[in-house]
């Protein structure tokens, strides 16, 4: 019979762990409110972190080693000292690049449509059916959206399950009259981001993802003046994508993740190809033309 019991236990402890896709960081503050009892952030704070990595995003067996990196951190703004909160949301996701230390960013958005109601010690509860409460759909939208670029990077349009499944908790959620979900809200929220995803429009983008990583930096330990040359060809692409549709959210997430990144990797690039370089992501990516600049003078 114990061993039956134990059996069980270590069954019961596999699954756990292969629900887990991701390795999600999550850290809840409240710098400009004056809280006595900072109890509730700690236990809002766990049942977030609870909440992302004991849940299963992806079809796949994801190994322990392999779940997703990415944080959230949650600051709080705006508390009536019961139950409701605002804030803004920032959420990161990166993954590793082939034989390297190194680890690419594939998302940065700040999120700042940030309202919901948390009681100390509640269960958050979420349905992909029906909307349950807007932290839980928040979540469960960004889950779906780091795996859907996690999948991008490693396959060509390998995200769009998980898109689509983000576009499912933000159809579910305009029923309610929380901010962020509706296209006339702003142009730079969470209804504009999946509209872009799950747009043929931007296609082209989601492809230079896929090449970008595959094709590019994966290689870059190994022969990086392959793997810059590599990007180099592919750089025009950039020039294509539309900036001017409205809700171009999409484009500019991109390239807030990646505008660091671009500098890094022509920096040691030759003269001819750090000007290419920087005539093509100022024209794409106008609004970090000043750090592009800095590679004409290296």
Not at 28 to 35: D, F, G, H, L
Not at 51 to 75: H, M, Q, T, Y
Not at 222 to 227: E, L, Q
Not at 250 to 279: C, G, H, W, Y
């Amino acid at each position: 019979m114990k061993n039956i019991i134990v059996a069980t236990l270590l069954l019961l402890t596999c699954l756990s762990a292969q629900a887990q896709d991701l390795n999600a960081r999550v850290k809840v503050v409240a710098p400009k409110i004056q809280i006595t009892n900072k109890r509730i952030l700690q236990t809002l704070e766990t049942a977030m972190k609870d909440f992302l990595n004991g849940r299963k995003w992806s079809a796949d067996d994801i190994a322990p080693n392999e779940r997703i990196d990415c944080n959230f951190v949650l600051n709080i703004t705006s508390w009536d000292g019961s139950s409701t909160f605002s804030g803004e949301l920032q959420v990161q996701s990166s993954r590793p690049v082939y034989n390297s230390t190194y680890t690419t960013t594939l998302l940065n958005i700040n999120d700042r449509d940030i309202d919901f109601t948390y009681t100390d010690g509640q269960t958050i509860d979420y349905s992909d059916q029906n909307f349950q409460s807007n932290l839980s759909s928040i979540m469960a939208f960004y889950a779906y959206v780091i795996v859907g670029m996690d999948y991008d990077s490693f396959a060509k349009y390998g995200g769009t399950p998980y898109f689509l499944n983000a576009q499912t908790v933000m159809i579910n959620a305009q029923t309610s009259s929380y901010k962020g979900w509706k296209g006339f809200d702003t142009n730079v929220n969470r209804y504009w981001l999946i509209e872009n995803l799950n747009n043929k429009i931007y296609d082209n983008l989601r492809e230079f993802i896929y090449n970008y990583h595959r094709n590019g930096l994966d290689i870059m330990t190994d022969n990086p003046n392959k793997a810059r040359k590599y990007i180099s060809s592919i750089l025009p692409v950039l020039s294509q994508v539309d900036r001017k549709r409205l809700g171009s959210y999409f484009p500019l997430a991109f390239f807030t993740a990646k505008n660091s990144e671009f500098v890094s990797i022509f920096s040691a690039a030759s003269q001819q190809d750090r000007l290419n370089a920087m005539n093509i992501l100022s024209t794409a990516d106008p609004a970090n033309g000043t750090k592009y600049q800095t590679l004409n003078g290296r």
